[in-house]
Structure formats: C-alpha cells, structure tokens
C-alpha cells in the first residue's frame, strides 16, 4: 500500500517502534472496541507515545486496519501443515473462517485479489494445493481463485453483518427479527423462506460454511485426475 513518510518525530521514540508492534496493539484495540473504537489517539495512549510517532509508519486508519487483519489471516494458516506436511485444503479453510470468526472486524477487510503479504501467501497455498489435485494446469488459476473468494467472500458475509451488530443485539436476537419477517412472506411467493424460519434461528454459521466448502472441495475432487506417483 502507497504512502509518503512524513518527518521522523522528535525523542527518537518512531526508532522505539515498528509497524508490527503497531498493529499488534491494532488488533488487541480493534478485538476489544471495534474498527469504530479504534483511533490512533487511543492505539498511542496504548503504546505510550504519540499520534506523530504512529503517522511515521502508517499513513492513516485504514492502512492500519488492512495491515491488522492481514496479521489475523497470517496466523490463521501458519498453524496449519503446509502442503508438503500433509495440510489440505478444507483444514485450511476451516482455520481461516475461525480466526475470522474471533475476529470479526477483519473478515470484511480481507480482499480479493490478493495484494496484501498475507493474502497473498493464503493464495498461493490454495494453488499448492490446487495444483496437486491432478485438475488440469490450465485450470489451476480459475479452481484456487474461486476457492479463495469462497474462503474470504463467504466468511465475510456470514460474518460482517454479526460484527456490525450493537451491544444491545445478540446474533440470536438479530436472527430472530430476520425470522419473523421471513414469516410475514406469502408462501405462495416465498415457499422455501416461508418454511424455513426455524432453520434461520438455529443454524450454526460454522456448520453453514463447511457445508458449502464440503460441496465446493466435492466437486473438485470428481472433476480432478489421481495426481502421479510421488
């Protein structure tokens, strides 16, 4: 991400920090007030020094909530094997939906395509991985991207809307709502909504997401060739 570096604040204290201090105490701040609560007054009280000092090594905000939830994607598949260990696709998957799901600010900040240090590395796990199945080279690109945006896009939208909730609104609370007005729906016009109401109220996100990937890795593996002999 661009930027143009301001003068170095006095007293030395920018040598004192780095962009990766910064953004872990982004991360602490944003887990516990949300991207709203946090601001770079708050994240300097934080690290005991001043808005100047963090303006040396981001530019603004929104550089600096890129970078956070870059850093909660890096950890979510750095515990996961990687290809060469035996580390698959669905496990990998599953980690990043549930470091999302701890940290619901960040899934909506999460872009497609890639361009982030993290991002990227996610993306080229995926066609590691992709590129093993035995699918044609000529598909590798169109399957990994499609698996990434599943990844990310669907984590975001089963996500984001929780993370926008306000104190006073439970995710049961907020589904409830949802529920009733499906229920107002004439059948006639809304046959699966209308019957549906029940499943809204009780499902689980977790559950919703692997269900989708089970389907999408379902269909990869029917249409991809034994890889050869190692």
Same mark, same amino acid.
Request: charge should be negative; glycine fraction near 8%.
């Given at each position: 991400?661009?930027?143009?570096?301001?003068? *170095?604040? =006095?007293?030395?204290? &920018?040598? @004192?920090?780095?962009?990766?201090?910064?953004? %872990? &105490?982004?991360? @602490?701040?944003?887990?516990?007030?949300?991207?709203? /609560?946090?601001?770079?007054?708050?994240?300097?009280?934080?690290?005991?020094?001043?808005?100047?000092?963090?303006?040396?090594?981001?530019?603004?905000?929104?550089?600096?909530?890129?970078?956070?939830? #870059?850093?909660?994607?890096?950890?979510?598949?750095?515990?996961?094997?990687?290809?060469?260990?035996?580390? /698959?696709?669905?496990?990998?998957?599953? *980690?990043?939906?549930?470091?999302?799901?701890?940290?619901?600010? *960040?899934?909506?900040?999460?872009?497609?395509?890639?361009?982030?240090?993290? &991002?990227?590395?996610?993306?080229?796990?995926?066609?590691?991985?992709?590129?093993?199945?035995?699918?044609?080279?000529?598909?590798?690109?169109?399957?990994?991207?499609?698996?990434?945006?599943?990844?990310?896009?669907?984590?975001?939208?089963?996500?984001?809307?929780?993370?926008?909730? #306000?104190?006073?609104?439970?995710?049961?609370?907020?589904?409830?709502?949802?529920?009733?007005?499906?229920?107002?729906? %004439?059948? *006639?016009?809304?046959?699966?909504?209308?019957?549906? =109401?029940?499943?809204?109220?009780?499902? %689980? #996100?977790?559950?919703?997401?692997? =269900?989708?990937? #089970?389907?999408?890795? %379902?269909?990869?593996?029917?249409? @991809?060739?034994?890889?050869?002999?190692?």
């Amino acid at each position: 991400m661009p930027r143009t570096r301001g003068r *170095a604040p =006095t007293g030395g204290r &920018a040598g @004192a920090l780095s962009r990766e201090v910064i953004v %872990d &105490a982004a991360v @602490a701040l944003l887990d516990e007030h949300g991207e709203r /609560g946090l601001t770079f007054r708050l994240l300097a009280k934080q690290l005991n020094t001043g808005p100047g000092a963090l303006y040396w090594h981001m530019t603004n905000k929104d550089e600096l909530v890129a970078l956070a939830a #870059d850093q909660v994607l890096g950890h979510a598949f750095a515990a996961v094997p990687r290809p060469e260990e035996g580390g /698959g696709l669905r496990a990998l998957a599953i *980690a990043v939906f549930d470091a999302l799901d701890r940290h619901p600010w *960040a899934a909506s900040h999460v872009t497609a395509p890639a361009t982030l240090a993290n &991002a990227l590395r996610l993306l080229d796990r995926i066609g590691t991985l992709v590129a093993r199945t035995g699918l044609p080279a000529g598909r590798h690109f169109a399957v990994a991207t499609a698996i990434s945006y599943y990844i990310t896009g669907v984590s975001a939208q089963i996500i984001t809307p929780r993370a926008a909730l #306000d104190a006073a609104t439970s995710r049961d609370a907020y589904l409830a709502q949802t529920a009733e007005s499906w229920a107002e729906l %004439d059948p *006639a016009d809304y046959p699966f909504l209308a019957r549906s =109401t029940t499943d809204l109220r009780e499902h %689980d #996100d977790r559950d919703q997401f692997i =269900t989708g990937l #089970d389907l999408l890795l %379902d269909g990869l593996n029917a249409t @991809a060739d034994p890889p050869p002999p190692a």
